[in-house]
């Protein structure tokens, strides 16, 4: 479709313009869907043909013809050509070029910060512990690694010294099971049960031994005739033994007590 037409406009173009009047008017227009159709006038059939200097009059018409464009101008009708114009991009601005090469603004110096002012570790001891407590098990491992062969023998001898352990007390267990005598056993058992208890025994169940106050009194342990009376100066120094106990207070006073 696009090569017929370009074909028929490069047909157009070669036609001259009095040619263009001629056939515009010998035929009427053809039915287009772009261009609306024009007034046919009255005389459109020639039947002498053109005089042979190629000049000719036609008629004036009689009814005005209003073209599509004045009705609506927004509407631009165009049509594909083989020589195509090339496309370019459009040129860098003004703008952008002078702010490339010398910009406005002023950037401030860089400078270093001093080494002066640090910023204080407050978790310092909490990452000391977490290093020592890194290096241990890396020591520990390291250590493993090393002595792998040293931590098996430790573990079988530990096993074979349980295993002797238990058959030692398995045999125990059987001698004491070939030296069970039960008609002994069931006498002795009898022998308790028939057995009376005559000893007071404490809440415990435990055997409740009596104290000395049962067996003697205070009379016989001190050696002192038995009365009822109670001497409330019993426990007093006498004067000769107050004087002592006041000698051995001064003397305590001067070696023991700060002056």
């Not at 173009?13 to 024009?38: D, E, F, K, M, N």
């Not at 401030?108 to 990452?127: E, F, N, Q, V, Y």
Request: with cysteine; charged share 30%.
């Amino acid at each position: 479709m696009s090569r017929a037409v370009s074909r028929l406009v490069e047909a157009c173009s070669r036609l001259s313009i009095t040619q263009r009047a001629q056939l515009h008017y010998l035929r009427p227009p053809p039915a287009s869907s772009i261009l609306p159709p024009g007034p046919i006038p009255s005389s459109t059939i020639i039947e002498k043909g053109f005089p042979a200097n190629g000049t000719y009059h036609f008629p004036q018409p009689t009814v005005s013809i209003d073209l599509p464009s004045l009705d609506n101008p927004q509407q631009v009708y165009t049509f594909p050509t083989l020589n195509r114009s090339p496309m370019v991009a459009p040129g860098p601005i003004l703008t952008e070029i002078l702010e490339k090469l010398a910009p406005t603004v002023e950037k401030g110096s860089l400078i270093a910060p001093g080494t002066l002012d640090k910023a204080p570790m407050w978790l310092s001891p909490r990452l000391l512990t977490i290093r020592r407590k890194k290096m241990k098990k890396h020591k520990r491992r390291r250590r493993y690694d090393r002595d792998f062969f040293k931590y098996q023998k430790y573990h079988r001898e530990k096993k074979l010294k349980a295993e002797r352990e238990f058959q030692k007390r398995m045999k125990s267990l059987l001698t004491e099971l070939e030296a069970f005598d039960p008609e002994k056993y069931v006498k002795d058992t009898i022998k308790m049960a028939n057995k009376e208890w005559q000893d007071e025994l404490a809440p415990t169940g435990r055997k409740l031994y009596p104290h000395w106050s049962r067996f003697m009194s205070l009379e016989q342990l001190y050696g002192l005739p038995k009365s009822e009376y109670i001497d409330k100066r019993s426990g007093l120094p006498t004067p000769e033994e107050a004087e002592q106990i006041k000698a051995l207070k001064e003397k305590y006073a001067k070696l023991y007590r700060k002056k």
